[in-house]
């Protein structure tokens, strides 16, 4: 079973691009998205001790929070059914479960956390927004008796420990570690297993600044990090035209596959900063797709909707 094997080292593959030689930069993509169709990337990272924390604890559920769309979530229900363990999301819409058959026929994210056998209960965003607050926690657990709680997006300190499983003794040759960044656990767990002579650089998928403070409490005081602000093409969930052809063309000339919320956003922004001369010739850089492939089948209903171009798969 996933959860009880250690899994092998994902390739490192390398990206052949004419910017890349132009520019004297290699670069090299970590596919972390090939360990398992739902369980991908940083997520199998993310849960992977924190159910062999539930097991030690004897609970027989996880519960965990996200949108309708959330990788996270549809991680959770897949991970849970393997490792024999029940599991509950807690979903943001309450709108969406007025018709829950309806929406799963629209919402494959969804569907795949019901055909794992995932419980849901939807609520409004007004609540959610207080999903973290002890009153909300205890009501969840008069509601569903006891269960091994992992926050929204995974991350906690035992999910920054699975991050930094991901880099290797390989991986000493890269200059620069890249990443997608959501809740901060992955960049974290990164920036903890790094050489001093590697700089990670985290890609937000969000506007903001707050993600600073975030990582911060998770990393060992290391100062072996920056983040990239500018490529987050709106914020979360948003993306464009010129995001859904570069991911096609990406696709196209290299075999790897990315999504729009996150891998997608990751590796504009590195061939823009190469692009831009911001790594020195002989540079090499390894980005870590941290998977997510699943999400791009609900960002095509809503693309086929609009009478948009989809994501080629």
């Known amino acids: 079973m996933l959860f009880q094997l250690e899994i092998p080292a994902p390739e490192n593959q390398q990206i052949q691009l004419p910017i890349l030689k132009a520019k004297g930069v290699e670069l090299f993509v970590k596919r972390e998205d090939t360990i398992h169709p739902f369980v991908s990337g940083n997520k199998f990272r993310k849960l992977k001790y924190n159910i062999k924390e539930a097991k030690r604890q004897e609970k027989g559920t996880l519960l965990t929070f996200g949108g309708a769309y959330s990788n996270h979530i549809a991680a959770t229900a897949a991970a849970g059914k393997m490792a024999g363990l029940n599991t509950i999301g807690i979903i943001r819409g309450d709108e969406l479960g007025r018709n829950l058959s309806h929406t799963i026929s629209q919402n494959e994210t969804l569907k ?11 609520i409004s965003r007004e609540a959610y927004r207080n999903k973290a607050s002890e009153a909300f926690i205890t009501q969840l657990k008069e509601e ?19 991050c930094e499983e991901i880099l ?25 297993s790094a050489k001093k002579h590697q700089k990670v650089i985290g890609f937000p998928a969000l506007k903001g600044d707050f993600l600073v403070d975030e ?28 995001l859904i052809r570069f991911i096609n063309e990406f696709k196209e000339e290299t075999g790897v596959l990315l999504d729009p919320i996150y891998t997608g956003k990751m590796v504009f922004g590195i061939l823009d900063l190469i692009a831009k001369n911001a790594f020195l010739k002989g540079s090499k850089i390894v980005a870590i797709h941290t998977g997510g492939l699943q999400g791009i089948a609900g960002v095509n209903q809503k693309l086929k909707n609009k009478n948009k171009d989809l994501i080629k798969v």
């Open 112 to 122: 795949n956390a019901f055909d794992n056998e995932m419980q849901f209960k939807f």
């Open 144 to 162: 569903f008796g006891d269960f091994y709680l992992v926050p929204e997006g995974g991350t906690n300190k035992l999910a920054v420990q699975g």
């Open 168 to 192: 290797t003794n390989e991986d000493e040759k890269f200059d620069y570690i890249c990443c997608a960044v959501g809740t901060g656990g992955t960049i974290s767990g990164l920036i903890n």
């Open 215 to 242: 990582i911060k409490p998770f990393v060992k005081g290391n100062d072996n990090w920056s983040l990239q602000n500018e490529y987050h093409f709106g914020g979360y969930g948003k993306y464009t035209a010129d």
